[in-house]
Structure formats: C-alpha cells, structure tokens
Nanobody, 128 residues
Framework: VQLQASGGGLVLAGESLRLSCAAT????????MAWFRQAPGKEREFVAN????????FYADSVKGRFTISRDNDNNMLYLQMNNLKPEDTAVYYC??????????????????????WGQGTQVTVSS
C-alpha cells in the first residue's frame, strides 16, 4: 500500500487543521492505521491509532481531547482532526499502516500494532 499525507499548513495557536492520508494499491480495510509526528531535533512520536473498523482509537496523552483520528474505508482515507492547536504540535506528521489482514486480536497502544508502511509526511506549523 502507498500512503500520501496532506493537509498540513501554518496556523495560529488555537486554530484547527484536518490532515488526510490517501491509501492506494490495496484496500485500507486490511490495515490498522496511525498518525505519528516528528519535531525538529526530536524523535518520532506516536500521536493516535485506529483499528480496522474505526471503532477503537488510542491517543497520546499530549493530544487527547484535542485530536480525533478517523477513517473512511470505502474511500481509502485516513484523517486527523486537530483542534486547539498549540505551538508544541509543530512537526511533520506521518500516516502509517499496519498490515493486520483486516483483523488484529491485541489491544492497541503506542507500541502495538507495529507499522509496515509510511507516508511522506506533511508539515504542521503552529505559531503563537
């Protein structure tokens, strides 16, 4: 599967952005999905993930209550709605896919599942 992230930009603190990730090559319904981010000089950081059906999500504490991950399997799209953005949210955001064959028996957290495919990233800059 190939992933293409988009929707980043420059916003003021408190504003919102919606990131999109388009999947091609294989049906998105085969994959658990996630968003990660990487700020300059920092390691890549987990943001949120979502199971195959979209019925279960998991968030990093730093974004809980502000960000919402969702998916549209019919259109092979993944989304990240980001509200009340803060300067510390500034980073390159990446979407990622875990090939779970449409089913994953374990619980979702920052470490599970492991991700096999990555998009190219989209820059989000939040100015104060």
């Amino acid at each position: 599967v190939q992933l293409q992230a988009s929707g980043g930009g420059l916003v003021l603190a408190g504003e919102s952005l919606r990131l999109s990730c388009a999947a091609t090559g294989r049906a998105l319904s085969e994959y658990a999905m996630a968003w990660f981010r990487q700020a300059p000089g920092k390691e890549r950081e987990f943001v949120a993930n979502i199971n195959v059906s979209g019925g279960s999500t998991f968030y990093a504490d730093s974004v809980k209550g502000r960000f919402t991950i969702s998916r549209d399997n019919d259109n092979n799209m993944l989304y990240l709605q980001m509200n009340n953005l803060k300067p510390e949210d500034t980073a390159v955001y990446y979407c990622a896919a875990a090939d779970v064959g449409g089913y994953y028996p374990g619980s979702y957290n920052e470490a599970r599942p492991s991700y096999d495919y990555w998009g190219q990233g989209t820059q989000v800059t939040v100015s104060s």
